[in-house]
């Protein structure tokens, strides 16, 4: 005789046959639990808990032995595989980020649900929960400028460091070796390996080469015609036109951590050469279509 207590579990990991279920159930309910098993086996969980979610489902439809009745009513098998649909469904939405990339060139503004907005320079990426307003986590890599809505609060992730918003407008540039951090308006706290920093407007905090500085002066972030920097590597800064005007510069390695203060336009890229090549003594030359070289004059 057919363990009652067994059946349908086996018959859900295929170790029972229709044909042999059909002789111990009725038509509609084997039709019934055929569509739970055809959507079980369909739905494609990215996630490591599908294993235990589908245990679950196995555990809730083993039937318990009954004298008088040996199928438990259907109702109760379809409520619990809807029950686990739901939290896999609601699990895997929440679990699930939204990314933004940009391409040489190309600036991206970005609503975010709680109405900040982020302005996403080029050669830039930024990914968020869908369900942002309940994680409030946000990873950057490149370069961004933040306005965070009134009240609103979110920390902002890079690899070499992380910035939580107090209400106010910010700008980040994480780059491999890189970490900046300019406060425009409110307050921003940064976090840099065991340094942390309360920001108010004017102020900035850099990590370069695993030293940290600050300082305090106005930077220009949001200007469409050009771009600020203030004692920044000459590397940052060739990185920046390099992203802006998709081509590729080499320039003399002793340069990297060259100083420099000024603006560079972001519609000329002669103009924006020539505003950082002049004041460091460089010049620069085509070698062909896409590749600047740059050498001491």
Not at 40 to 64: A, N, R
Not at 139 to 150: M, N, Q, V
Not at 188 to 217: H, Y
Request: aromatic share 12%.
């Amino acid at each position: 005789m057919e363990n009652h207590e067994t059946y349908l579990a086996d018959w859900f990991e295929d170790r029972m046959t229709d044909e042999a279920l059909q002789q111990l159930i009725s038509k509609e309910e084997f039709l019934e639990y055929s569509r739970i098993k055809r959507a079980i086996k369909g739905y494609d969980l990215k996630t490591p808990e599908l294993e235990s979610h589908f245990q679950l489902i196995k555990d809730k439809m083993v039937l318990q032995k009954e004298t008088t009745k040996p199928v438990i009513a259907l109702w109760k098998y379809i409520t619990v595989a809807a029950s686990v649909f739901l939290c896999i469904g609601v699990f895997a939405y929440f679990s699930t980020s939204h990314s933004v990339i940009t391409d040489y060139g190309q600036n991206r503004i970005i609503r975010l649900a709680d109405h900040s907005r982020v302005h996403l320079d080029p050669k830039s990426a930024l990914s968020y929960s869908n369900f942002f307003k309940y994680s409030r986590d946000l990873t950057l890599s490149g370069e961004a400028y933040f306005e965070a809505a009134k009240g609103s609060r979110f920390t902002v992730h890079t690899g070499q460091g992380t910035v939580t918003v107090l209400g106010t407008k910010f700008n980040v540039i994480a780059s491999d070796d890189y970490f900046e951090v300019h406060c425009d308006e409110g307050r921003v706290r940064v976090d840099a390996g065991t340094s942390s920093f309360i920001l108010t407007p004017g102020k900035s905090v850099r990590v370069n080469g695993g030293k940290v500085s600050q300082w305090e002066g106005e930077r220009s972030y949001l200007k469409v015609s050009e771009r600020s920097f203030y004692r920044t590597p000459a590397s940052v800064v060739f990185e920046k036109i390099e992203n802006q005007y998709g081509i590729h510069i080499d320039f003399p390695d002793k340069m990297r951590q060259a100083s420099f203060t000024g603006a560079i336009s972001n519609t000329d890229f002669n103009k924006a050469m020539q505003s950082i090549c002049l004041p460091l003594h460089l010049k620069y030359t085509l070698q062909s279509p896409g590749k600047i070289t740059v050498t001491n004059e």
